[in-house]
Nanobody, 129 residues
Framework: EVQLQASGGGLVQAGGSLRLSCAAS????????IGWFRQAPGKEREGVSC????????NYADSVKGRFTISSDDSKNTVYLEMTSLKPEDTAVYYC??????????????????????WGRGTLVTVSS
């Protein structure tokens, strides 16, 4: 069974950096997508970034392009989200999730909540001004 766990959240000043980690396990396929999503108070959950395991391709939300970097360490079964130049509006609970696709739909680098089959518990990131 696929299991995910996000960690690394905390309090950081605006302009600072933080690295989140997503420990992932239980995949039966070598082609899946790990996505980072976030949800701020009073707002809907939104996609932040994602990475495909088979080729390392990535996607980013416009709001974080140039500031956030997603990467993976296959030896550690971990996906990272390096966040720099943090802004107060980045404050949210961050979740990692996995899209393993279906027989009718290969995995894709889109921020569609229904594409993601598994979700870990979130980690809170608070950016102070």
């Amino acid at each position: 069974e696929v299991q995910l766990q996000a960690s690394g959240g905390g309090l950081v000043q605006a302009g600072g950096s933080l690295r989140l980690s997503c420990a992932a396990s239980g995949f039966s396929s070598d082609d899946y997508v790990i996505g980072w999503f976030r949800q701020a108070p009073g707002k809907e959950r939104e996609g932040v970034s994602c990475i495909r395991s088979s080729d390392g391709s990535t996607n980013y939300a416009d709001s974080v392009k140039g500031r956030f970097t997603i990467s993976s360490d296959d030896s550690k079964n971990t996906v990272y989200l390096e966040m720099t130049s943090l802004k107060p509006e980045d404050t949210a609970v961050y979740y990692c999730a996995a899209d393993v696709g279906t027989i009718f739909r290969p995995v894709r680098l889109k921020f569609l909540l229904y594409d993601y089959d598994y979700w870990g518990r979130g980690t809170l990131v608070t950016v102070s001004s």
